[in-house]
């Protein structure tokens, strides 16, 4: 299956950085935010995540943490082993893959974005461990997934994002991927 980075990365790009402008439009969450006790948080992602059919993709290692409790099939765990850009101790899940890759704060770079695909084609359970920052990638998860996918992210200070991925959720991380600017 022909990888989709080409979509949104040019000829030559192996990085994509995020404007300034674009850092406030992204602060709000993209889909169903979850809030409460870690408790209240597991109960309620785990009522939500009872029916899914499509893949399932953690983006951050709170969350990712609190989804492993979970023992969820078909899952990939995006961790970079920083919570809050705070170092924190390492998430180990329950995989059948781990996969390394590289990605600079405030960027989605290429390498990630094609782990991420990879890892989502493979339809088992993979751990991607970034080395940087994870923080952008919940976008390359959303435009990645298949309809029907659900992508569940941490929003600092907020709580939990959980995003059942459509149309519309997904041409609005595309159009952000594309307005990133490219770099060599």
């Known amino acids: 299956m022909r990888s989709r980075s080409s979509e949104v990365f040019p000829s030559g790009a192996r ?13 709000r969450p993209l889909g169903r935010l979850i809030r409460g006790t870690p408790d209240e948080v597991r109960r309620k992602l785990e ?12 983006v951050g290692d709170v969350v990712s943490s609190t989804v492993s409790m979970l023992s969820p099939e078909r899952v990939v765990y995006v961790t970079d082993g920083r919570t809050m850009r705070e170092a924190t ?17 405030g960027t989605i770079s290429k390498e990630a974005f094609e782990a991420i695909g990879d890892a989502i084609r493979s339809k088992k359970r993979v751990h991607v461990v970034v080395e940087g920052e994870e923080d952008l990638l919940a976008l390359a998860a959303v435009h990645l997934s ?3 996918g659900i992508v569940v992210y941490g929003q600092p200070g907020e709580g939990v994002v959980v995003v059942e991925v459509n149309e519309e959720v997904r041409a609005f991380a595309e159009s952000v991927l594309r307005s990133m600017v490219p770099e060599p």
Do not use: F, H, T, Y
Request: net charge positive; aromatic share 0%; hydrophobic share 40%.
């Open 15 to 27: 990085i994509l950085r995020l404007k300034e402008d674009q850092r406030q439009l992204l602060k």
């Open 47 to 58: 009522a939500i995540l009872a029916g899914r059919k499509g893949p399932l993709i953690v």
């Open 89 to 105: 101790s390492e998430v180990r899940p329950e995989v059948d893959l781990v996969v390394r890759c590289r990605n600079e704060p």
């Open 146 to 148: 298949p309809l029907g």
